[in-house]
Protein backbone atom coordinates (compact mmCIF):
# COMPACT_ATOMS: atom_id res chain seq x y z
CA UNK A 1 0.00 0.00 0.00
CA UNK A 2 1.26 3.50 -0.89
CA UNK A 3 2.08 6.03 1.79
CA UNK A 4 1.12 9.15 1.78
CA UNK A 5 2.91 11.33 -1.17
CA UNK A 6 4.12 14.57 -0.96
CA UNK A 7 5.88 16.84 -3.62
CA UNK A 8 8.19 18.53 -4.46
CA UNK A 9 10.70 17.41 -1.65
CA UNK A 10 12.58 20.42 -2.02
CA UNK A 11 11.87 23.58 -3.26
CA UNK A 12 14.08 26.78 -2.57
CA UNK A 13 12.72 29.68 -3.63
CA UNK A 14 13.49 33.50 -3.30
CA UNK A 15 11.57 35.66 -0.69
CA UNK A 16 7.87 37.30 -1.81
CA UNK A 17 7.51 34.93 -4.48
CA UNK A 18 4.88 32.34 -4.27
CA UNK A 19 4.98 28.58 -3.61
CA UNK A 20 2.96 25.28 -3.59
CA UNK A 21 3.14 21.66 -1.75
CA UNK A 22 0.61 18.83 -3.11
CA UNK A 23 -0.15 16.17 -0.91
CA UNK A 24 -1.69 12.75 -1.66
CA UNK A 25 -2.90 11.34 1.26
CA UNK A 26 -3.52 7.15 2.01
CA UNK A 27 -6.33 6.21 -0.15
CA UNK A 28 -9.54 5.85 1.99
CA UNK A 29 -8.27 7.93 4.89
CA UNK A 30 -10.62 10.63 5.68
CA UNK A 31 -8.76 13.08 7.33
CA UNK A 32 -5.71 15.33 5.87
CA UNK A 33 -3.29 17.61 7.96
CA UNK A 34 -0.45 20.45 7.00
CA UNK A 35 2.34 20.75 9.50
CA UNK A 36 4.82 22.82 9.41
CA UNK A 37 8.09 21.80 11.67
CA UNK A 38 10.59 24.47 12.17
CA UNK A 39 14.73 22.91 12.93
CA UNK A 40 14.75 21.81 16.36
CA UNK A 41 10.80 21.68 16.73
CA UNK A 42 8.27 19.45 16.42
CA UNK A 43 5.27 19.20 14.07
CA UNK A 44 2.58 22.31 14.46
CA UNK A 45 -0.57 22.03 12.82
CA UNK A 46 -1.60 24.15 10.08
CA UNK A 47 -4.69 23.11 9.18
CA UNK A 48 -6.46 19.58 9.09
CA UNK A 49 -9.84 18.46 6.52
CA UNK A 50 -12.02 16.13 7.12
CA UNK A 51 -13.30 15.33 3.66
CA UNK A 52 -13.36 18.14 1.56
CA UNK A 53 -14.30 20.18 5.03
CA UNK A 54 -11.70 22.22 6.73
CA UNK A 55 -12.30 21.79 10.06
CA UNK A 56 -9.49 23.37 11.98
CA UNK A 57 -7.50 25.97 10.34
CA UNK A 58 -6.70 28.22 13.59
CA UNK A 59 -3.14 28.28 12.86
CA UNK A 60 -2.79 28.88 9.22
CA UNK A 61 -1.74 32.00 8.35
CA UNK A 62 -4.41 33.56 6.09
CA UNK A 63 -3.04 36.39 5.18
CA UNK A 64 -0.66 34.46 3.15
CA UNK A 65 -1.23 30.67 3.49
CA UNK A 66 -3.81 28.68 1.89
CA UNK A 67 -4.99 25.69 1.13
CA UNK A 68 -8.01 23.45 -0.49
CA UNK A 69 -8.68 19.78 -0.47
CA UNK A 70 -12.01 20.28 -3.61
CA UNK A 71 -12.09 17.06 -3.70
CA UNK A 72 -11.66 15.38 -0.68
CA UNK A 73 -8.41 13.18 -1.43
CA UNK A 74 -5.29 15.05 -2.45
CA UNK A 75 -4.90 18.37 -0.81
CA UNK A 76 -2.58 21.44 -2.10
CA UNK A 77 -0.91 24.05 0.84
CA UNK A 78 0.13 27.46 -0.81
CA UNK A 79 2.15 30.34 0.36
CA UNK A 80 2.00 33.59 -1.20
CA UNK A 81 4.27 35.76 -0.98
CA UNK A 82 6.94 33.51 0.85
CA UNK A 83 8.75 35.34 3.69
CA UNK A 84 12.12 34.16 5.47
CA UNK A 85 10.76 32.92 8.48
CA UNK A 86 8.91 30.32 6.40
CA UNK A 87 11.22 28.46 5.79
CA UNK A 88 10.78 24.82 7.32
CA UNK A 89 9.73 21.38 6.23
CA UNK A 90 6.52 21.03 5.17
CA UNK A 91 4.18 17.67 6.65
CA UNK A 92 1.37 16.31 5.09
CA UNK A 93 -0.51 13.36 7.39
CA UNK A 94 -3.69 11.47 6.36
CA UNK A 95 -5.82 9.75 9.05
CA UNK A 96 -8.68 6.58 8.53
CA UNK A 97 -11.32 8.39 11.42
CA UNK A 98 -13.69 6.32 13.00
CA UNK A 99 -16.95 7.64 14.40
CA UNK A 100 -16.63 7.88 18.16
CA UNK A 101 -12.99 7.25 18.09
CA UNK A 102 -10.85 10.41 16.73
CA UNK A 103 -7.88 9.42 18.27
CA UNK A 104 -6.14 7.72 15.34
CA UNK A 105 -2.75 7.34 14.37
CA UNK A 106 -1.52 9.83 11.70
CA UNK A 107 0.84 8.57 8.57
CA UNK A 108 3.39 11.43 7.78
CA UNK A 109 4.35 11.62 4.40
CA UNK A 110 8.56 12.84 3.85
CA UNK A 111 7.53 16.39 3.84
CA UNK A 112 8.94 19.21 2.01
CA UNK A 113 11.50 21.07 2.79
CA UNK A 114 11.22 24.85 2.34
CA UNK A 115 13.80 27.18 1.99
CA UNK A 116 13.30 30.77 1.07
CA UNK A 117 16.34 33.15 0.31
CA UNK B 1 3.58 28.12 25.65
CA UNK B 2 4.97 24.57 24.90
CA UNK B 3 1.96 22.76 26.25
CA UNK B 4 4.18 19.48 25.32
CA UNK B 5 7.72 19.06 27.00
CA UNK B 6 10.75 16.75 25.66
CA UNK B 7 13.54 18.48 28.18
CA UNK B 8 16.57 16.70 26.76
CA UNK B 9 17.46 16.81 23.26
CA UNK B 10 19.50 13.82 22.92
CA UNK B 11 20.42 10.95 24.48
CA UNK B 12 23.32 8.20 23.96
CA UNK B 13 22.54 4.51 24.98
CA UNK B 14 24.97 1.67 24.63
CA UNK B 15 22.79 -1.16 22.52
CA UNK B 16 21.41 -3.84 24.76
CA UNK B 17 20.95 -1.70 27.76
CA UNK B 18 17.23 0.28 28.43
CA UNK B 19 16.67 3.62 26.56
CA UNK B 20 14.16 6.17 28.66
CA UNK B 21 13.02 8.94 26.67
CA UNK B 22 10.63 11.48 28.50
CA UNK B 23 7.87 13.86 27.79
CA UNK B 24 5.67 16.19 30.05
CA UNK B 25 2.83 17.97 29.39
CA UNK B 26 0.76 21.10 30.87
CA UNK B 27 -2.54 21.01 29.95
CA UNK B 28 -5.03 18.42 32.27
CA UNK B 29 -7.01 17.89 29.11
CA UNK B 30 -4.76 16.14 27.34
CA UNK B 31 -6.47 12.25 27.41
CA UNK B 32 -4.30 10.75 24.69
CA UNK B 33 -0.81 10.10 24.14
CA UNK B 34 1.49 8.88 20.90
CA UNK B 35 5.16 8.52 20.46
CA UNK B 36 6.39 8.86 16.83
CA UNK B 37 9.79 7.83 15.52
CA UNK B 38 11.19 9.76 12.90
CA UNK B 39 14.65 8.64 10.45
CA UNK B 40 16.38 11.72 9.01
CA UNK B 41 14.63 12.63 5.08
CA UNK B 42 11.65 11.04 6.45
CA UNK B 43 8.52 11.62 7.90
CA UNK B 44 7.38 10.26 11.57
CA UNK B 45 6.11 7.02 11.88
CA UNK B 46 3.73 6.47 14.68
CA UNK B 47 5.76 4.18 17.52
CA UNK B 48 3.14 3.37 20.59
CA UNK B 49 0.08 4.98 22.25
CA UNK B 50 -1.50 5.27 25.34
CA UNK B 51 -4.83 6.17 26.66
CA UNK B 52 -5.33 8.33 29.92
CA UNK B 53 -7.33 5.00 31.51
CA UNK B 54 -4.27 3.14 32.00
CA UNK B 55 -0.94 3.63 33.35
CA UNK B 56 1.02 1.44 31.40
CA UNK B 57 0.88 0.18 27.56
CA UNK B 58 3.45 -2.24 26.20
CA UNK B 59 4.24 -3.63 22.29
CA UNK B 60 7.34 -5.89 22.41
CA UNK B 61 10.67 -4.01 22.55
CA UNK B 62 8.65 -0.67 23.68
CA UNK B 63 6.29 0.62 26.64
CA UNK B 64 5.17 3.57 27.65
CA UNK B 65 3.67 4.72 31.27
CA UNK B 66 1.76 7.46 32.44
CA UNK B 67 1.79 9.63 35.29
CA UNK B 68 -1.09 11.69 35.32
CA UNK B 69 -0.70 12.94 38.46
CA UNK B 70 2.72 14.08 37.57
CA UNK B 71 1.66 14.89 33.59
CA UNK B 72 4.50 12.91 32.63
CA UNK B 73 4.88 9.87 30.40
CA UNK B 74 8.24 7.80 29.29
CA UNK B 75 8.87 5.64 26.51
CA UNK B 76 10.85 2.28 27.52
CA UNK B 77 12.84 0.51 24.76
CA UNK B 78 14.52 -2.32 26.08
CA UNK B 79 16.74 -3.90 24.82
CA UNK B 80 17.98 -0.84 22.81
CA UNK B 81 19.09 -1.31 18.98
CA UNK B 82 21.23 0.50 16.79
CA UNK B 83 18.43 0.61 14.81
CA UNK B 84 16.36 2.71 17.46
CA UNK B 85 18.40 5.71 16.37
CA UNK B 86 15.80 8.45 15.52
CA UNK B 87 14.13 10.98 16.66
CA UNK B 88 11.45 10.66 19.31
CA UNK B 89 8.43 12.95 19.05
CA UNK B 90 5.69 12.71 22.24
CA UNK B 91 2.37 13.74 21.42
CA UNK B 92 -0.70 14.59 23.27
CA UNK B 93 -3.96 14.96 21.90
CA UNK B 94 -7.49 16.07 23.54
CA UNK B 95 -11.21 17.07 22.54
CA UNK B 96 -11.93 20.54 21.93
CA UNK B 97 -14.07 23.26 19.84
CA UNK B 98 -13.31 22.45 16.47
CA UNK B 99 -12.50 18.69 17.02
CA UNK B 100 -9.38 16.91 18.23
CA UNK B 101 -6.17 18.72 18.65
CA UNK B 102 -2.83 16.67 18.66
CA UNK B 103 0.08 18.77 20.24
CA UNK B 104 3.76 17.53 19.94
CA UNK B 105 7.20 17.97 21.59
CA UNK B 106 10.28 18.99 20.17
CA UNK B 107 11.68 15.27 19.77
CA UNK B 108 14.43 13.50 21.79
CA UNK B 109 17.75 12.32 19.13
CA UNK B 110 18.75 9.15 20.24
CA UNK B 111 21.78 7.96 19.99
CA UNK B 112 22.18 4.18 20.13
CA UNK B 113 26.07 2.78 20.18
CA UNK B 114 27.08 -0.73 19.30
Known amino acids: EAGVVQSPRYKIIEKKQPVAFWCNPI?????LYWYRQNLGQGPELLIR????????DSQLPKDRFSAERLKGVDSTLKIQPAELGDSAVYLC???????????????FGPGTRLTVL | DQQVKQNSPSLSVQEGRISILNCDYT??????FLWYKKYPAEGPTFLIS?????DKNEDGRFTVFLNKSAKHLSLHIVPSQPGDSAVYFC?????????????FGAGTRLFVKA
Open chain 1, 93 to 107: ASSLDLTGFPYNEQF
Open chain 1, 27 to 31: SGHNT
Open chain 1, 49 to 56: YENEEAVD
Open chain 2, 27 to 32: NSMFDY
Open chain 2, 50 to 54: ISSIK
Open chain 2, 91 to 103: AASAIGTGGFKTI
